[in-house]
Every structure is written in structure tokens, then in C-alpha cells.
């Protein structure tokens, strides 16, 4: 049978003065906060609210940045009646029917933007889609290098609610939109 080398203090005394700190809640030197570190509980409790302080200022700063990108988007947002799909309505005449590519040109609106037609006016019942009588279908490469205007799919015209919507935008912008044209 093996024989084990253990070293137990042989003191009554330093017994007892070791489990008294254990046992002591104000002595925190037993304590490992990493590998190898014995530094008192107050030492570590000061080292843990510094950090809890520097990463709650730099959430602050992080939310200040954030707010300020925020803020500077939304100067940047298009006033009441200047969005895109504002300018659509404004340009169609009730009663009227248009393709899509024309209501984005009446405008002012890159090819890009035609999708605000159905993406906002149609979904929202402003106006109402037909198939065009006059398709005629897909041209050739031939025929649209003659200089024929392919005639769209489907065409659209404002509802009762959209003229009422067209009615309700602002006066002074659709005086400056007719004025650009």
C-alpha cells in the first residue's frame, strides 16, 4: 500500500484559525477571481463595477450613434405628400389610364421606382389594375430598333378612395409640381 505524503497542519490551533477564516465573510482572500489571483473581494468588486461602468458608457455611446444615424435618415425621408407614391397620385388625372413606366415618368421617378405601383397604390386601393387591349405581346429586337413603342401589359387608373387620397395631398406641392412641368 502506497504511502501518502499529505502536510495537514499539526497545530490545533492553526486548525481552527483556518476554518475561523473560512468561515469569516469579510475575509474574501480565499477567493480566485482568475487562475493564481488572490486579491481581496474589495479589490475584485471595484475591478467588476469599472467594467460594468465602461461597457454601460459605451452602450450609451453606441445608442447616441445609433439615434443620431437615425435622426439624420429621417431628415433625409421625404415630407408629407413628396414620397414617391404621393408624386404618382399626383400626376394621374381621374379617369385617366396609364402604364406603368408613363406614371413613373409623369413622376419624375427613375424606371427603378415603378415598383411603388403595385408595392403601395395597388395594395393600398388607390388604383385599379386592366389588362391593355392593345398588347400586342413581346417585340422582337428588330421591331423595337425600328422605333415601335411596346405597349404595356396592364394599365391603371385611380379609384374613388385614390382620388380622394390625391385630393387630400398638399395644395402648395401639387402648385409646385405643376410648375416644373
Given at each position: 500500500m502506497?504511502a501518502?505524503n499529505?502536510q495537514?497542519?499539526?497545530?490545533?490551533d492553526?486548525?481552527?484559525a483556518?476554518?475561523?477564516?473560512?468561515l469569516?465573510?469579510?475575509?474574501?482572500t480565499w477567493?480566485?477571481?482568475?487562475?493564481?489571483?488572490?486579491?481581496p473581494?474589495c479589490?475584485?468588486?471595484?475591478?467588476?463595477?469599472?467594467?460594468k461602468?465602461?461597457r454601460?458608457?459605451?452602450?450609451?455611446a453606441?445608442?447616441?450613434?445609433?439615434?443620431?444615424?437615425?435622426?439624420?435618415?429621417n431628415?433625409?425621408?421625404a415630407?408629407?405628400?413628396?414620397?414617391?407614391?404621393?408624386?404618382?397620385?399626383?400626376?394621374?388625372?381621374p379617369?385617366?389610364?396609364?402604364?406603368m413606366?408613363d406614371?413613373?415618368?409623369?413622376?419624375?421617378?427613375h424606371?427603378?421606382?415603378?415598383?411603388?405601383?403595385?408595392?403601395?397604390?395597388?395594395?393600398r386601393?388607390?388604383?385599379?389594375k386592366?389588362?391593355n387591349?392593345?398588347?400586342?405581346?413581346?417585340?422582337?429586337?428588330?421591331?423595337i430598333?425600328?422605333?415601335?413603342?411596346?405597349?404595356?401589359?396592364?394599365?391603371f387608373?385611380l379609384?374613388?378612395?385614390?382620388?380622394?387620397?390625391?385630393?387630400?395631398?398638399?395644395a402648395?406641392?401639387a402648385?409646385?409640381?405643376?410648375?416644373?412641368r
Amino acid at each position: 500500500m502506497p504511502a501518502f505524503n499529505l502536510q495537514f497542519p499539526a497545530d490545533p490551533d492553526e486548525w481552527l484559525a483556518n476554518i475561523w477564516r473560512l468561515l469569516d465573510e469579510a475575509d474574501q482572500t480565499w477567493r480566485f477571481t482568475k487562475k493564481g489571483d488572490k486579491r481581496p473581494h474589495c479589490d475584485v468588486a471595484k475591478s467588476v463595477a469599472s467594467k460594468k461602468r465602461i461597457r454601460g458608457e459605451r452602450r450609451q455611446a453606441a445608442a447616441e450613434r445609433i439615434l443620431a444615424a437615425a435622426s439624420a435618415r429621417n431628415l433625409r425621408r421625404a415630407l408629407p405628400g413628396q414620397s414617391i407614391a404621393d408624386r404618382m397620385l399626383r400626376a394621374m388625372r381621374p379617369g385617366e389610364w396609364y402604364g406603368m413606366g408613363d406614371i413613373a415618368r409623369m413622376a419624375g421617378v427613375h424606371k427603378s421606382g415603378r415598383g411603388k405601383v403595385h408595392q403601395v397604390l395597388l395594395r393600398r386601393g388607390w388604383i385599379e389594375k386592366a389588362r391593355n387591349p392593345a398588347y400586342q405581346g413581346i417585340l422582337d429586337p428588330w421591331q423595337i430598333k425600328a422605333g415601335a413603342e411596346p405597349e404595356p401589359l396592364h394599365l391603371f387608373r385611380l379609384t374613388e378612395l385614390g382620388e380622394r387620397v390625391r385630393a387630400a395631398l398638399p395644395a402648395s406641392q401639387a402648385r409646385a409640381d405643376r410648375s416644373l412641368r
